[in-house]
T-cell receptor, first 116, second 111 residues
Framework: DTGVSQDPRHKITKRGQNVTFRCDPI?????LYWYRQTLGQGPEFLTY????????KSRLLSDRFSAERPKGSFSTLEIQRTEQGDSAMYLC??????????????FGPGTRLTVT | RKEVEQDPGPFNVPEGATVAFNCTYS??????FFWYRQDCRKEPKLLMS???SGNEDGRFTAQLNRASQYISLLIRDSKLSDSATYLC????????????FGTGTQLKVEL
């Protein structure tokens, strides 16, 4: 399977715990995006990377959230001291970058986080 | 005001019907426009890009009116398999940048 993969697919954690999610983009894609989706809403942008550089962060990304893409390949999203309001689907997407043929963003299956 | 607004539905239509979805966006600087489809508990997938000249892909037709900041999607001869949530999406740049999604419009096609 050469699509975007995410791990884990589901995570249940207790309030106050830290969680980390992983995203593996399509191999030739140099842009990687994180979105969050809650029930009944469309995905909301969190942050994105061009290779290893984090180019933009949403105001939604509080100090408890950190994302990395250390080698310009896979990315991790960590949430510290989780709160019940963090419960959502966390979606990763990847795309080619500027100057390339297509900007289509391909989404992974998501990580569903439940904070109890 | 939300950046991208859609009627959440649900739209319940019989198989074979024609259904239209509308969407408005607030930022006149938006440059790229898309419709994504999302099946229940699945990831969004690109259905089609939307151009000012309008574009068609089989039973699907998308239109963009920049002056009114309005985007539409028309589905003809709807199939049971068209049942999904349709997300209106805009981007400020020509592409390769963050996407802003509407809340989605739910479509249920019935026998």
């Amino acid at each position: 399977d050469t699509g975007v993969s995410q791990d884990p697919r589901h995570k249940i954690t207790k309030r106050g715990q830290n969680v980390t999610f992983r995203c593996d983009p399509i191999s030739e894609h140099n842009r990687l995006y994180w979105y969050r989706q809650t029930l009944g809403q469309g995905p909301e942008f969190l942050t994105y990377f061009q290779n290893e550089a984090q180019l933009e962060k949403s105001r939604l990304l509080s100090d408890r959230f950190s994302a990395e893409r250390p080698k310009g390949s896979f990315s991790t999203l960590e949430i510290q001291r989780t709160e019940q309001g963090d419960s959502a689907m966390y979606l990763c997407a990847s795309s080619l970058g500027p100057g390339q043929s297509s900007y289509e963003q391909y989404f992974g299956p998501g990580t569903r986080l439940t904070v109890t | 005001r939300k950046e991208v607004e859609q009627d959440p539905g649900p739209f319940n239509v019989p198989e074979g019907a024609t259904v239209a979805f509308n969407c408005t966006y607030s930022n006149s600087a938006s440059q790229s426009f898309f419709w994504y489809r999302q099946d229940c508990r699945k990831e969004p997938k690109l259905l089609m890009s939307v151009y000012s000249s309008g574009n068609e892909d089989g039973r699907f037709t998308a239109q963009l009116n920049r002056a009114s900041q309005y985007i539409s999607l028309l589905i003809r001869d709807s199939k049971l398999s068209d049942s999904a949530t349709y997300l209106c999406v805009v981007s400020l740049t020509g592409g390769g940048n963050k996407l802003t999604f509407g809340t989605g419009t739910q479509l249920k096609v019935e026998l």
